[in-house]
């Protein structure tokens, strides 16, 4: 089992920067991390993954070049720097775990409470 845990959202501005932080605990071992949002009345979007030694890193076209994702093992911890932000990036975002390299949310097995970020213009 893998516990997850999101912090970092929060109210900013367009064009603003925000730093989430998901903290893992449990069987953290060789997973992958990704990071998902949904916003009201859509499905669940798929943001960015990071391989267990993060030289792996994927991204949605949507979030290429403006959000970043990073993971320190020491701290279990896994971050998505998000920066340029704008008012259609509202949503929940979401961590998510895999005990294997996936993009979809319907493979990642676990998944954190999700953490608001709300874009004002």
């Known amino acids: 089992q893998v516990q997850l845990v999101e912090s970092g959202g929060g109210l900013v501005q367009v064009g603003d920067s925000l730093r989430l932080s998901c903290v893992a605990s449990?069987?953290?071992?060789?997973?992958?991390m990704g990071w998902f949002r949904q916003a009201p009345g859509k499905e669940r979007e798929f943001l960015a993954a990071?391989?267990?030694?993060?030289?792996?890193?994927y991204y949605a076209d949507s979030v290429k070049g403006r959000f970043t994702i990073s993971r320190d093992n020491g701290k279990n911890t896994v971050y998505l720097q998000m920066t340029s932000l704008k008012p259609e990036d509202t949503a929940v975002y979401y961590c998510a775990a895999a005990h294997r390299w996936v993009v979809v949310p319907t493979e990642y097995e676990y998944w954190g409470q999700g953490t608001q970020v709300t874009v004002s213009s």
């Open positions: 449990g069987r953290t071992f060789s997973t992958t």
């Open positions: 990071i391989s267990w030694s993060g030289v792996r890193t």
